[in-house]
């Protein structure tokens, strides 16, 4: 998008020359970033972020964190340096996390001889599935009734206390531990990471998920409600021995490379250390009231006001998912950090980040690819509806429910069909759509390419 710039002068000098200062230093931040690829240092650089740089509280790498998750499974050596570390698991093989307390001599005395919570979840790691998590949740439900994505193998766990699995939440299992023993939680995975990816024409690339952990507190009700700390690690599910054998393959692909190029990429380790994260959005410490910086709106996180302190700023950030972003917009306020560009954003974040930051402060919805209109008719309303006197029916009053289809497949309509007039998709055999002069054409995802002309939807 191209801007005009009206100077309320008529002086052509200055003009011409507020311009070339103008190109001047737009040419400068040209030759500082470059024409391609652009780092964080790139950015702190900028002269609006040098004088705050004093102010910016120092780098977390060196931070020691009061727990911390080690998975007893070996990463990919096929990862570059500077990725997050990928590891992969058997479906239904149990791996240890073992619960560590890595506290220093006098920190957080109040859980010192107490229990903790901790949550475990395996989530989506791509932004697209994070979206659609529920349903594709209830579709897996629907496919493998009395299963469960992640459950504890507790024979095996050691320390845990009072662990429970929500039946309704099929992804999420917690117990309670003492930080001050040995305490090791053996996990399995029953998904695999195919089996929530679009089928096309076979060895389809599955997609990865994220293994999370939210510890918490007491507080002075008994409840377990205070956060403490989140980690995560990224993983792929693979059908029993498939995690070994893709090990083995990105080994022997590591083992061809020259020695210059295997220094681009990083070691395999034993065990995967979880990272620290901002924590999951949907727990349940997550205060309901909202603070008067945030207002909340159809979209699945509030929105960050003008009049919000750099302190609810920060907390906006966190419960957004944008800590990694936090320490830059330190001394940001609402009204700060609102009056940044789309462009902005994106030059001080990255395109991915930039783009979903941006959208998250303008509270812009996820736009479905396509929104389709259904109600449901029944036999006896067909055979009580009135006719005029020259036979035809008479126009009849119904209520249409609205689908959002992200992906146009003949799965996701069936599901969401399904999930509206709750019954199983396994109920709903075929799906037709009416054609010229009346026909039934059958609705498969050969055809989800004419669903934007979808206007009537016969299911069976």
């Given at each position: ?15 011409s ?34 004088q ?29 340096l ?37 949550i ?5 790691h ?13 579709g ?27 039946p ?16 090791s ?29 939210d ?12 956060h ?40 395999s ?87 979903r ?104």
């Open positions: 998008m191209a801007w005009a710039l009206k100077l309320p002068l008529t002086d052509e000098v200055i003009e020359g507020l311009v070339q200062d103008f190109d001047a230093s737009l040419s400068g931040i040209g030759q500082e970033l470059g024409a391609g690829a652009y780092s964080m240092s790139d950015v702190l650089a900028l002269p609006i972020f040098k705050e740089e004093s102010n910016l509280p120092a780098d977390n790498e060196n931070k020691i964190l009061p727990f911390q998750y080690v998975l007893c499974a070996a990463t990919s050596p096929a990862i570059k500077h990725d997050e570390t990928l590891t992969y698991l058997n479906q239904g093989q149990s791996y240890e996390i073992r619960m560590l307390d890595n506290r220093k001599i006098g920190e957080l005395p109040e859980i010192t001889g107490k229990m903790v919570k901790s475990i979840r395996v989530v989506f791509d932004r697209r599935l994070q979206y659609t998590e529920h349903q594709q949740l209830e897996w439900r629907w496919n493998r009734p009395g299963d469960r994505i992640l459950a504890l193998d507790i024979p095996m766990s050691v320390g845990i206390i009072d662990p429970r699995a929500n309704t939440q099929l992804n999420t299992v917690e117990f309670l531990w003492d930080p001050s023993k040995r305490t939680v053996f996990i399995q995975v029953h998904c695999i990471s195919t089996e929530f990816t679009m089928r096309k024409h076979g060895g389809e690339k599955g997609v990865p998920f994220r293994i999370q952990i510890t918490f507190k007491e507080n002075e009700s008994g409840e377990y409600t205070e403490l700390h989140s980690a995560s690690c990224q993983v792929k599910v693979f059908k029993p021995k498939g995690a070994d054998r893709k090990q083995k393959t990105d080994r022997e692909k590591m083992e061809k490379r020259a020695p210059q190029e295997k220094e681009k990429y990083q070691p380790y034993e065990t995967t250390i979880l990272t620290e994260c901002s924590p999951w959005p949907e727990v349940t410490y997550v205060n309901n009231s909202p603070s008067p910086a945030f207002n909340s709106s159809h979209n699945s996180f509030p929105n960050l006001l003008g009049t919000a302190t750099p302190q609810d700023t920060q907390q906006w950030l966190h419960r957004n998912r944008f800590s990694p972003f936090a320490r830059l917009f330190t001394n940001f306020s609402g009204a700060d950090l609102l009056k940044l560009t789309r462009e902005d954003v994106i030059q001080i974040c990255g395109p991915a980040d930039g783009i930051l941006f959208n998250a402060l303008k509270g812009r919805a996820v736009r479905p690819r396509l929104t389709i209109y259904v109600c449901q008719e029944s036999q006896q309303a067909r055979e009580q509806q009135p006719k005029h006197e020259n036979g035809d029916a008479a126009s009849t009053f119904y209520v249409y429910h609205a689908i959002y289809l992200e992906e146009l497949t003949s799965t996701e309509l069936t599901e969401k069909l399904a999930q509206l007039f709750n019954i199983s998709p396994r109920q709903i055999n075929q799906i037709f759509k009416q054609g010229p002069t009346g026909i039934h054409v059958l609705v498969s995802d050969e055809v989800r390419t004419f669903f934007s002309t979808l206007k009537f939807t016969n299911v069976c």
